[in-house]
């Protein structure tokens, strides 16, 4: 089985943000693949399987806050016995130019808090994230009050391809593997 992991804040008032945008992503998966995210008793988040190819894919949003999403990814992950090879995050990057994706199979958190998390609660730097450009910070705003602030209604216009492109990105790496995707969507 595959876990692909969508990153964000759970609450309305958090929606159409930046830092949702791996919410987001999930969303579109699930939405294509006809499955309805349902919440779990036992995990804060919400959740769908599905199918892809030969390919059995758990599709999370977790519900922890993005800075302690580690605290449902790991339990899930010895749950399920999955291992982090085959662990996909979705993750919003401020430091990426707005419409660039950057899949890589491992790295550091950056200044991500969400990624900090799950490295530590996962006891590993050495899973696939899937980093989206959403970047730069506009000129007299700070980092937070912006990936926690709603789009302009143009913005959000112009992040829905990204969007799409992700839920690409995502899909061929759970169906083809972490190169071919990467060849394909970086940049």
């Known amino acids: 089985m595959k876990l692909i992991v969508g990153l964000g804040n759970p609450g309305r008032e958090y929606e159409a943000t930046p830092h949702n945008a791996g919410f987001d992503v999930i969303d579109r998966i699930a939405g294509e693949a006809g499955a309805d995210l349902k919440k779990s008793w036992r995990f804060a988040m919400e959740s769908a399987q599905i199918r892809m190819d030969q390919h059995e894919v758990l599709l999370v949003k977790p519900h922890t806050f993005m800075n302690r999403s580690g605290d449902v990814v790991a339990p899930l992950m010895r749950k399920k016995g999955i291992v982090p090879a085959d662990v996909l995050i979705l993750v919003d990057d401020v430091e990426l130019p707005m ?48 990936v926690l602030g709603r789009y302009s209604p143009a913005t959000r216009e112009a992040v829905q391809p990204l969007l799409d492109r992700a839920a690409e990105a995502a899909a061929m790496w759970a169906t083809h593997g972490v190169a071919k995707a990467m060849n394909t969507f970086n940049g």
Do not use: Q
């Open 99 to 146: 419409g660039s994706l950057r899949l890589r199979p491992a790295g550091s958190a950056g200044t991500h808090n969400g990624l900090k998390s799950l490295i530590e609660r996962m006891g590993t730097a050495e899973f696939p994230r899937l980093r989206i450009g959403l970047g730069p910070v506009p000129p007299g705003r700070d980092r937070v009050s912006y």
